[in-house]
């Protein structure tokens, strides 16, 4: 850099007391829901795209990833549950961008949010869910169906029968996967 540049460089951690104009105040933790609400459903109407661009794609990947993130700065506005809806979408993403190693690494992560918040009925069964589809995205036939036995279980004890038809939905969907044996 030039020396006549030299007067632009400064550390931006040290602010000294002064303010430089662009300092972005902290979102509040119901921002950071509506944020992660948001993007939550951006990102299901963005799934459901037929024809995405990679360009696509990779947006998608990000505003999971953003959405999962916020969740985690909502405080007592989000929660154990949202934490781990975040995996598991983030999860499906990598799945159906035939990701399979993320999309396990995600699928993991939601149960593991399950298992330690305690965190059963639907949310349960759309972990044992992820996990069965990105086994089966990353080649591994005999996990798929081992955690398909596992979301069939999870899913008959469900509470709510429309929760419930959500998850055989997608359960039924894993099934038709050609590793599986599905056209």
């Known amino acids: 850099m030039s020396d006549d540049h030299d007067h ?18 902290p979102l509040t933790a119901e921002q950071h829901r509506g944020e992660g ?17 990679p360009a696509l794609d990779d947006q998608m990947v990000h505003a999971a990833h953003a959405s999962r993130w916020h969740w985690s700065h909502a405080g007592e506005a989000g929660g154990s549950q ?16 035939g990701r399979g190693a993320a999309a396990l690494h995600h699928a993991r992560a939601c149960l593991a949010v399950c298992e330690e918040a305690g965190l059963g009925d639907w949310v349960l069964a759309a972990a044992y869910e992820a996990l069965a589809r990105a086994s089966a995205v990353a080649g591994d036939a005999a996990g798929a169906r081992s955690w398909l036995t596992r979301a069939r279980d999870a899913t008959a004890r469900i509470a709510e029968q429309e929760d419930r038809e959500v998850i055989e939905a997608d359960l ?12």
């Open 37 to 53: 609400v948001s993007l939550f459903n951006h990102v299901w109407e963005m799934l459901e795209m037929p024809d995405r661009t």
């Open 172 to 183: 039924a969907s894993i099934t038709v996967m050609p590793i599986l044996g599905g056209s």
């Open 8 to 25: 632009h460089q400064h550390n931006h951690d040290d602010h000294g007391g002064h303010d430089h104009g662009h300092e972005v105040p």
């Open 82 to 97: 949202q934490l781990a809806v975040g995996e598991w979408q983030c999860a499906r993403v990598y799945a159906v961008l």
